[in-house]
Every structure is written in C-alpha cells, then in structure tokens.
C-alpha cells in the first residue's frame, strides 16, 4: 500500500460527507434503525468529537472519529474505509492513529459498539486483533443483541 496519510478533518467537504453518507448507508442495510448508532454529520463536528480523514496519494480512502467520554475515555466512531480500498490496511492505520491519540490525551481505556451481524465481523476481528475485548454496554448504550459492545486499555 502507497504510504497512508491521516489528518484531522471537520466533516465539511463534499467529498467526506459523500463517504459518511456510504458509511450510513452501510450501517442502516446491516442494522436495524434502532440498532444503528452512527452519528450524523452534526454529531460528528461535536466538541467532543475528532475527526479524521485517511488519504492515499491525494485520494480519501477512510475515516474515523474518537468521542470523549470523560477525561480518561474516549469511544471511537465513523470507522469507514471505502469500498474499493477495504482489505488493504486503511482501518488498521486508522485504529492505530485512534489509539495512538487516546493515549495522548491520556485516556485509560477504549470503548467501541459495532454490530453483532455477519457484514460486521471484519470489523470486530480487526478491534480483536489490535487487543480488545468484549464489554458491557457503556455509555448511554443498552444491551442489544445487534451490537457488541468491546473495550480496551490503554
């Protein structure tokens, strides 16, 4: 893979909003509505909310968010790679970008909620193997046999 470039985004270009809306439109065709916890576009400029792009020669190729949830945790959000760039590492680079972030801000722990579906099981072997594990609902999450809910420390 050409060399991957992350930076910080702030959900305003044509360009980021048509991949988030393929992220949703993803998420809403594996989940149902009251199952699919992905933020709006107003939800991810939040103050609490990092944003960033993934690029690859100029080109975006993903994105990913991370949510404080208090001074020592942070949810991550938006995780998406386009299509056509899947299995190529972008979501690792992103996950490991995420992380590396949430350590310097000296967040304790990660939390994530992806879905308990079959479309969703790339994504959760990913977070498996980058050392999370499966968790209780956090947050405002409730338990939800379409999510799984997973954590990890930092």
């Not at 949703?24 to 609490?48: K, Q, W, Y």
């Not at 000296?106 to 959760?124: C, D, H, I, M, V």
């Amino acid at each position: 893979m050409a060399e991957l470039v992350v930076t910080r985004d702030y959900v305003r270009s044509d360009e980021i909003i048509a991949l988030l809306d393929a992220h949703l439109t993803l998420m809403r065709s594996l989940s149902p509505p009251e199952s699919t916890h992905a933020l709006d576009l107003e939800g991810l400029r939040g103050s609490d909310i990092t944003f960033w792009r993934a690029e690859i020669a100029g080109k975006l190729v993903g994105c990913g968010a991370l949510k404080e949830l208090a001074d020592n945790a942070g949810e991550i959000k938006s995780m998406h790679t386009a299509a056509v760039h899947r299995g190529k590492g972008v979501a690792a680079a992103l996950l490991l970008h995420v992380m590396a972030t949430a350590r310097e801000r000296g967040y304790k722990k990660l939390f994530l909620e992806t879905g308990s579906q079959p479309g969703f099981k790339p994504a959760r072997q990913l977070y498996l193997n980058h050392g999370f594990t499966e968790c209780p609902p956090f947050a405002n999450y409730i338990l939800d046999p379409n999510s799984v809910f997973m954590t990890i420390n930092l």
